[in-house]
């Protein structure tokens, strides 16, 4: 079993950035997606930005242009770089990952259905302040 550890979360001012990380336990797989949610108090849990084993990503509009996810496949980390950070991107972050025997693993609907996702880590806290 795959284990998910997020940090980087923090309190950043309007404009501002903050860098997540997630590192994953070592494992094997050669298939997967990989990606962040978000919850705000009282909101559903949305999908923010995914990414497959070939590099392949999609982002919500909500965070188009400002956040960007990658994965250094070495240190199994995957990472989301936020910049012009709102206060409406206040929320607690999810790392997710759906490790899979055979590929591609297709970014179809995957920021839509979170069950789709398979691991998920504990989150970490993001709060900007206007």
């Known amino acids: 079993q795959v284990s998910l550890v997020e940090s980087g979360g923090g309190s950043a001012q309007a404009g501002g950035s903050l860098r997540l990380s997630c590192i994953a336990s070592?494992?094997?797989?050669?298939?997967?997606?990989m990606a962040w949610f978000r919850q705000a108090p009282g909101k559903e849990r949305e999908g923010v930005a995914v990414?497959?084993?070939?590099?392949?990503?999609q982002y919500a509009d909500s965070v188009m242009a400002r956040f960007t996810i990658t994965l250094d496949k070495f240190k199994n980390t995957l990472s989301l770089q936020m910049n012009s950070l709102k206060p409406e991107d206040s929320a607690m972050y999810y790392c997710?990952?759906?490790?899979?025997?055979?590929?591609?693993?297709?970014?179809?609907?995957?920021?839509?259905?979170?069950?789709?996702?398979?691991?998920w880590g504990q989150g970490t806290q993001v709060t900007v302040s206007s």
């Open positions: 997710a990952a759906d490790f899979r025997e055979e590929g591609p693993c297709l970014l179809d609907q995957r920021l839509e259905r979170r069950e789709l996702f398979y691991t």
């Open positions: 070592w494992h094997t797989y050669t298939h997967y997606c």
């Open positions: 990414i497959n084993e070939y590099g392949g990503t």
